[in-house]
């Protein structure tokens, strides 16, 4: 397992951002969990991310993805793993099957809602010896007790907390770069607050 996650060797995983099961966060904001997973993807994008989406029931409660996914995202949009009902995302055949297809041993994740899409697997990844980070402002929960539960649960097994800012840095390693120029600037546009003039 690599400790920094770089373009080279890592993947994103965004799980069941579908636009019913949104409405079910509480703990945060729901537009800037929105708001972050849609970064992601945008940085995904700009640097080659491998990504994997995938939903569930989407002809149900839980409603379709995102629809910016299918703009930011199009291949992995149409590739996107359409799950039955299957609760932990890793326990699905063709969701692991598109994880291992990534090559990559570090795992970006991000689901909703935390408590249920996004735990079970994120545990089960690290048990199974890949390093995973789990990007929390894109990710929550209905209720307070069972999104700090579920950060125990992880944290506990070896899961890395983090922010989308935090992994967007993380990944860009130095904004002078090309790369870095187009991260930071999504970081100023998609993802920090708007930077209020002097008084």
């Known amino acids: 397992m690599t400790t920094l996650f770089t373009p080279q060797n890592s993947a994103l995983l965004l799980i069941d951002h579908q636009v019913g099961t ?3 966060i509480r703990n945060i904001d729901t537009d800037g969990a929105r708001r972050m997973a849609i970064a992601l993807a945008k940085a995904a994008r700009i640097l080659g991310l491998p990504t994997v ?10 409603g379709p993805l995102v629809p910016e996914f299918a703009e930011i995202l199009p291949e992995a949009f149409a590739a996107r793993v359409q799950r039955a009902g299957v609760v932990n995302a890793w326990t699905d055949p063709a969701f692991k099957a598109a994880v291992e297809a990534t090559g990559r041993r570090n795992l970006i994740i991000a689901g909703v809602t935390t408590d249920v899409c996004l735990v079970f697997p994120a545990i089960d990844a690290v ?3 890949y390093g ?4 929390m402002d894109a990710s929550g929960s209905p209720f307070e ?5 579920s950060r125990g649960r992880m944290q506990a097994a070896g899961v890395v907390l983090t922010a989308t800012n ?18 930071i600037q999504l970081l100023f546009t998609d993802v920090l607050p708007p930077i209020m003039p002097a008084a």
Request: no cysteine; charged share 15%.
């Open 166 to 183: 935090t992994i967007i840095a993380e990944l860009a390693q130095n904004w002078s770069t090309p790369h870095g120029q187009q991260l």
């Open 53 to 62: 989406l995938t939903s569930s029931q989407e002809d149900r409660i839980q």
């Open 132 to 135: 995973v980070q789990a990007v």
């Open 127 to 129: 048990q199974e010896g």
């Open 22 to 24: 949104m409405q079910l």
């Open 145 to 149: 007790l069972s999104e700090a539960t």
